[in-house]
């Protein structure tokens, strides 16, 4: 007998979905989905660039609304295809009016989808984009916690003190560097997993100062909506579990993170 789902909740103040992939979304017309997102108070939506194949795309879907941001980079399982081309690319759309961010970039040593010395190198060479243009990151880093703060720990003194580092499932050592750093910690549906007490024991020793909240969709959809495709309008049930879990009023954290998200990708906008 299948137990009926929760209607999506509509607060009163507004939520940024930090980390999505827009092009990736299969279960309906994406203006179907981005009319959802609007309707339940999400203001602004990040899609995220993973490969020299969609960083266009994602350029393209960042132009479709106002609301609507990107980034470009390449995730570490495609790390065998960036190229000099690809760094070029990278870096010259990196400061175009809609992309607030280098990423997402990293390690992941769980899949290891790519040569991990290959990994390593992409990593550092995308880290020195962010760093030359003054842009915050989005990082990847999966199982990979001890070469993710090495590499981080070089960039010390040239990288900006903002960044990501989303759906965030690695150790508290990793936690501590990147909170001490001044960097946030992204948390998605992967907090509402019956067996992520791990993930929400980070998430209670993170500053909700330090919190931004994403999807990941199509991925890691929350509870009660799993086995189903994840999209950005699931991104309340994210807020509503780190307030719960955190013991803080959802009004506090809906105003944190939305501080956090406007800190970290929209330092120059008035509205935080």
């Given at each position: 007998?299948?137990?009926?789902?929760?209607?999506?909740?509509?607060?009163?103040?507004?939520?940024?979905?930090?980390?999505?992939?827009?092009?990736?979304?299969?279960?309906?017309?994406?203006?179907?989905?981005?009319?959802?997102?609007?309707?339940?108070?999400?203001?602004?939506?990040?899609?995220?660039?993973?490969?020299?194949?969609?960083?266009?795309?994602?350029?393209?879907?960042?132009?479709?609304?106002?609301?609507?941001?990107?980034?470009?980079?390449?995730?570490?399982?495609?790390?065998?295809?960036?190229?000099?081309?690809?760094?070029?690319?990278?870096?010259?759309?990196?400061?175009?009016?809609?992309?607030?961010?280098v990423g997402e970039i990293g390690l992941d040593y769980f899949y290891d989808n790519a040569d991990r010395e290959v990994q390593r190198q992409v990593f550092r060479r995308q880290l020195q984009i962010a760093a030359?243009?003054?842009?915050?990151?989005?990082?990847?880093?999966?199982?990979?916690?001890?070469?993710?703060?090495?590499?981080?720990?070089?960039?010390?003194?040239?990288?900006?003190?903002?960044?990501?580092?989303?759906?965030?499932?690695?150790?508290?050592?990793?936690?501590?560097?990147?909170?001490?750093?001044?960097?946030?910690?992204?948390?998605?549906?992967?907090?509402?997993?019956?067996?992520?007490?791990?993930?929400?024991?980070?998430?209670?020793?993170?500053?909700?100062?330090?919190?931004?909240?994403?999807?990941d969709s199509p991925f890691l959809t929350p509870v009660p909506y799993r086995g189903r495709e994840n999209a950005p309008f699931y991104l309340p049930f994210v807020a509503e579990k780190i307030a719960e879990v955190?013991?803080?009023?959802?009004?506090?954290?809906?105003?944190?993170?939305?501080?956090?998200?406007?800190?970290?990708?929209?330092?120059?906008?008035?509205?935080?």
């Amino acid at each position: 007998m299948s137990r009926k789902r929760r209607e999506i909740p509509v607060f009163d103040q507004p939520l940024i979905e930090t980390h999505c992939h827009l092009d990736y979304l299969k279960d309906r017309p994406l203006e179907e989905t981005l009319e959802k997102v609007r309707s339940v108070n999400i203001e602004r939506v990040i899609t995220i660039a993973v490969s020299p194949d969609n960083l266009a795309q994602v350029r393209a879907l960042s132009q479709l609304h106002p609301w609507l941001y990107g980034t470009q980079g390449v995730h570490p399982h495609e790390a065998e295809a960036y190229s000099d081309a690809c760094e070029a690319e990278i870096r010259e759309h990196a400061t175009d009016d809609k992309i607030v961010a280098v990423g997402e970039i990293g390690l992941d040593y769980f899949y290891d989808n790519a040569d991990r010395e290959v990994q390593r190198q992409v990593f550092r060479r995308q880290l020195q984009i962010a760093a030359d243009l003054g842009k915050p990151v989005v990082i990847h880093s999966r199982e990979a916690d001890e070469d993710t703060i090495a590499i981080l720990s070089e960039f010390e003194d040239t990288l900006e003190r903002r960044g990501v580092i989303h759906s965030f499932t690695s150790g508290p050592g990793l936690a501590r560097y990147a909170l001490d750093q001044g960097w946030c910690l992204g948390f998605n549906g992967i907090t509402t997993f019956n067996k992520a007490e791990n993930v929400r024991d980070i998430v209670r020793m993170t500053p909700v100062e330090q919190i931004l909240l994403e999807t990941d969709s199509p991925f890691l959809t929350p509870v009660p909506y799993r086995g189903r495709e994840n999209a950005p309008f699931y991104l309340p049930f994210v807020a509503e579990k780190i307030a719960e879990v955190k013991e803080l009023p959802l009004e506090q954290v809906l105003s944190a993170t939305w501080q956090a998200s406007m800190r970290t990708f929209f330092p120059d906008d008035g509205a935080h």
